[in-house]
């Protein structure tokens, strides 16, 4: 998973964030690159630069949690630069929420070149840890995370979303090539590639002192490190050239390795695409007696750059029968998920079109953004209160191009009977007037449904003041919805419900209606005190709408609601 934070919220966010707040769980690193930490190039081996996160990223663990602590996972990477020598690689960690024996820190990498005083990021990704039992056995419970700044209340909501899709992350793959939606590749270009076992790399590293950190267990960045290394080989096989390293899909770190292990390393390129190819990386530790043990597993994308820094063409691959070619059709589907959770996650909001297609394959991606979208929302400062009346409250947040509204009030009924009542769309037509009609049209899973929602469309009166069309005449306006509700993961956080736009094959514009789209809406639902319900409602809409929005609240008519 890639870095989730909308990029106008750090623009907006960085200096006030800095300035005002320092997070007591953050750790920052500065290392100088030396010959000894690059390749033959003089660009820094990820390997290293791996240990150097995983070490920032542990010391923040262990500063939260007052314990020893171990490395879970790591999220995917993306290296968007290479770092060449003498430049200064700065990396600053910290903890962004912590559950109940785990927590996610945050890291971020940048590059500074000392001569020209230039910065840039290098990479940004989400590390899991886990804290280690006591010498009597007791799980060591961690206290929350109290965020303070904007930026650490999005990242504290979000993180339990990016915690969900961690677990289903073995999952999507094995549903994606259940449902038959992964491309089959080109028959005669296979059958005339490049032999799969020629790529194959076998390597083992004895365990050493300096290999282990301060729990005696070998240090998770070294494995990493090495694991990098065997790739890297089995890369070169291939393409007959020195490759980089692009992304690094997420590591898991499946038990622990001591000093005097035997750590056997396997690698080989499950397939080769037009501009990259994918390396798949098995660890395993043994002693000199007993059975191996799986420790980690990853898949890494690698490209080769011409002399311009453009991608080059790389051959085909065979691969092997039956284990080999499960690993080749593995491969597409992952290069798959990765391209849809791009187009889905990394683009902002402004671009269009704003709805994305539906299919199984980004459900799990789509679902994430539609919650996390909502919860970047709530969690924006300066709100300006706009209109109040009989305790309801209407504030409104210009962004550049986008404007965003919030309508708020506390009611007398407990949270989590509000949330079933609003979650259910297709009662909504019995409360809300500008609700025509509400059809399910899939129900995904227990979390996520699409509807078809009816309503009226929004017209310039005679005065210039929008009216709906059941003042005038003109057609509805339907929308195509996925909506996702979650229950609060932890105590304070909230019921959420989202809202966006999707697009669905079988469901095109039907004549005679108005397809609208919608970027981001739902409702947030927060238990307060005496069992009552403060109750948030969130649209993202264009300026023009914002006269309808503010002549009529007084009348507590609002067409544009979905």
């Not at 990396?91 to 890291?107: L, P, Q």
């Not at 940004?124 to 280690?132: C, G, I, L, M």
């Not at 206290?143 to 303070?148: D, G, I, K, T």
Request: proline fraction near 5%; include cysteine; charged fraction near 25%.
């Amino acid at each position: 998973m890639t870095s989730w934070v909308s990029d106008d919220l750090k623009e907006e966010e960085e200096e006030e964030d800095e300035e005002s707040c320092i997070d007591p769980t953050e750790v920052k690193m500065s290392q100088i690159v030396m010959p000894c930490h690059c390749n033959h190039r003089q660009e820094m081996s990820v390997g290293q630069l791996l240990k150097w996160m995983d070490s920032t990223a542990c010391l923040s663990a262990e500063r939260h949690a007052g314990s020893l602590c171990v490395t879970a996972s790591m999220d995917d990477i993306h290296f968007e630069h290479t770092i060449s020598v003498g430049q200064v690689v700065n990396i600053k960690a910290k903890v962004n929420r912590a559950f109940n024996t785990s927590m996610e820190v945050g890291i971020h990498v940048s590059c500074e070149d000392l001569f020209s005083d230039r910065h840039w990021r290098v990479c940004h990704s989400y590390a899991t840890f886990v804290t280690q039992r006591t010498n009597t056995g007791q799980k060591v419970t961690l206290r929350p995370v109290v965020p303070q700044t904007q930026r650490e209340h999005v990242e504290y909501s979000v993180a339990a979303e990016r915690r969900r899709v961690r677990m289903l992350h073995s999952d999507i793959i094995k549903e994606l090539l259940s449902s038959g939606s992964v491309e089959q590749a080109d028959s005669s270009a296979v059958c005339s590639g490049v032999a799969a076992e020629k790529t194959k790399v076998e390597s083992v590293e004895l365990v050493l002192p300096p290999h282990a950190n301060h729990q005696v267990n070998t240090f998770g960045g070294q494995i990493m490190a090495w694991m990098v290394n065997v790739a890297t080989i089995a890369a070169s096989r291939l393409c007959q050239a020195h490759p980089t390293l692009r992304t690094i899909d997420m590591f898991t770190f499946r038990g622990p390795s001591q000093v005097g292990d035997r750590l056997l390393l396997r690698a080989i390129v499950n397939n080769a695409f037009k501009n990259s190819l994918e390396v798949g990386v098995r660890a395993e530790a043994y002693q000199e007696e007993g059975p191996n043990r799986h420790i980690n597993s990853a898949f890494m994308t690698f490209e080769v750059l011409d002399g311009s820094g453009k991608p080059c063409t790389l051959p085909c691959i065979r691969p092997e029968p039956l284990e080999g070619e499960r690993r080749f059709q593995e491969a597409i589907a992952r290069k798959k998920i990765r391209l849809d959770r791009k187009y889905i996650i990394s683009r902002k909001q402004s671009e269009v079109p704003l709805s994305v297609p539906w299919d199984p394959r980004n459900q799990v991606y789509l679902s994430y953004n539609n919650v996390s979208a909502l919860k970047m929302l709530a969690a924006r400062k300066n709100w300006r209160l706009s209109t109040e009346k009989d305790e309801v409250r209407l504030y409104t947040l210009e962004q550049k191009s986008m404007l965003s509204f919030r309508v708020e009030a506390e009611v007398d009924v407990p949270a989590h009977r509000a949330f079933c009542l609003l979650a259910e769309l297709s009662n909504r037509t019995s409360w809300d007037m500008h609700y025509k009609k509400c059809e399910l049209i899939h129900h995904v899973d227990d979390d996520d449904f699409i509807y078809r929602v009816v309503t009226p469309s929004v017209h310039q009166g005679a005065g210039g003041s929008p009216t709906s069309s059941s003042q005038g005449e003109g057609v509805l306006q339907d929308f195509i919805l996925l909506a996702s509700k979650r229950k609060p993961c932890g105590h304070g956080d909230p019921y959420v419900i989202a809202l966006r736009s999707v697009s669905l094959a079988t469901h095109p514009p039907f004549e005679g209606y108005n397809r609208g789209e919608v970027l981001c809406a739902g409702f947030t639902i927060l238990e307060t005190k005496n069992n009552m319900s403060l109750i948030s409602y969130y649209n993202q809409a264009s300026p023009e709408v914002l006269p309808y929005i503010s002549t009529d609240i007084a009348g507590t008519e609002c067409p544009v609601v979905l």
